[in-house]
Antibody, heavy 120, light 106 residues
Framework: EVQLVESGGGLVQPGGSLRLSCSASGFTFSSYAMHWVRQAPGKGLEYVSAISSNGGSTYYADSVKGRFTISRDNSKNTLYLQRSSLRADDTAVYYC?????????????WGQGTLVTVSS | DIQMTQSPSTLSASVGDRVTITCRASQSISSWLAWYQQKPGKAPKLLIYKASSLESGVPSRFSGSGSGTEFTLTISSLQPDDFATYYCQQYNSYSAFGGGTKVEIK
């Protein structure tokens, strides 16, 4: 059974930094691209970032480019999202998402999400 | 960037109704479109990919159609478990989601 478990959310002050982690199991992690998608409270889904199966290619939405860094450790089956210069509008539930294949950009499994609140 | 527009934003319907949700892309995305269902407090669930392919395990009352810039998600006979918010997503050029359509009880 595919499982994606996010951690690292919580309250952070504006301008602060936070790293999210996603522990994956139930599939060959190193064979799939992985993504982060976020959802502000009461709002729709927003695509954030992607990383290829070997970590060699990454993509960022304009809203987070230069502030967020996606990475992965295939030896630990773990995906990361390092976020810096956090703003109030970064407040959201962050979902770790599995690509349906090596790099298709549609998603067959989602984690339960971790809430990040940016506030003083 | 490709923009995705869903309509309506809210839809009131009864059990047994046929429901149609529309998604429009700002430029052609061929058939690179997916649909997701999200219930309150839960992660989204994949329903349809490549515009009309049903994900394994999804009931056959869900169907998708369209290509280019206009797409539809149809629920042939609405069931109590289907009251939720539905999102379309283009994956022709990276990824972008529509604003969502909430299907509520009439």
């Amino acid at each position: 059974e595919v499982q994606l478990v996010e951690s690292g959310g919580g309250l952070v002050q504006p301008g602060g930094s936070l790293r999210l982690s996603c522990s994956a199991s139930g599939f060959t992690f190193s064979s799939y691209a992985m993504h982060w998608v976020r959802q502000a409270p009461g709002k729709g889904l927003e695509y954030v970032s992607a990383i290829s199966s070997n970590g060699g290619s990454t993509y960022y939405a304009d809203s987070v480019k230069g502030r967020f860094t996606i990475s992965r450790d295939n030896s630990k089956n773990t995906l990361y999202l390092q976020r810096s210069s956090l703003r109030a509008d970064d407040t959201a539930v962050y979902y770790c998402v599995k690509d349906s294949s090596s790099w298709t950009y549609y998603f067959d499994y989602w984690g339960q999400g971790t809430l990040v609140t940016v506030s003083s | 960037d490709i923009q995705m527009t869903q309509s309506p934003s809210t839809l009131s319907a009864s059990v047994g109704d046929r429901v149609t949700i529309t998604c429009r892309a700002s430029q052609s995305i061929s058939s690179w479109l997916a649909w997701y269902q999200q219930k309150p407090g839960k992660a989204p669930k994949l329903l349809i990919y490549k515009a009309s392919s049903l994900e394994s395990g999804v009931p056959s009352r869900f169907s998708g159609s369209g290509s280019g810039t206009e797409f539809t998600l149809t629920i042939s006979s609405l069931q109590p478990d289907d009251f939720a918010t539905y999102y379309c997503q283009q994956y022709n050029s990276y990824s972008a989601f529509g604003g969502g359509t909430k299907v509520e009880i009439k």
